[in-house]
């Protein structure tokens, strides 16, 4: 049974910080491709961030230079660190695992969601 378990988020005024993280059980990490994900009340699910089975990190414009991925494959950890954080930033974010190395094709795993509100 895979379980993706995320933790961290909150609320924070706009310039704060957060980081969010996304525990795996059942799964592992290595090698495969791990993406977080966002969606805001009443818009369309946004893609954040994506690093491959290598290790490399992608970003969405939106993000870029103010977020990182990034992951523990001994513990079997992701992470996003999000800094300089915006109101626009606000949505619940996800966590979600694919089987591949490359980060192509649907998602097979997704973590329960966690709330980040960022006030101006």
């Known amino acids: 049974q895979v379980q993706l378990v995320q933790s961290g988020g909150g609320s924070v005024q706009a310039g704060g910080s957060l980081r969010l993280s996304c525990a795996a059980s059942?799964?592992?990490?290595?090698?495969?491709?791990m993406s977080w994900v966002r969606q805001a009340p009443g818009k369309e699910r946004e893609w954040v961030a994506s690093?491959?089975?290598?290790?490399?990190?992608r970003y969405a414009d939106s993000v870029k230079g103010r977020f990182t991925i990034s992951e523990d494959n001994a513990k079997n950890i992701l992470y996003l660190q999000m800094d300089s954080l915006k109101p626009e930033d606000t949505a619940m974010y996800y966590c979600?695992?694919?089987?591949?190395?490359?980060?192509?094709?649907?998602?097979?795993?997704w973590g329960q969601g966690t709330q980040v509100t960022v006030s101006s």
């Open positions: 059942g799964y592992s990490y290595s090698s495969k491709c």
């Open positions: 979600a695992g694919r089987l591949t190395f490359y980060c192509r094709g649907d998602y097979s795993y």
């Open positions: 690093i491959d089975g290598a290790g490399s990190g």
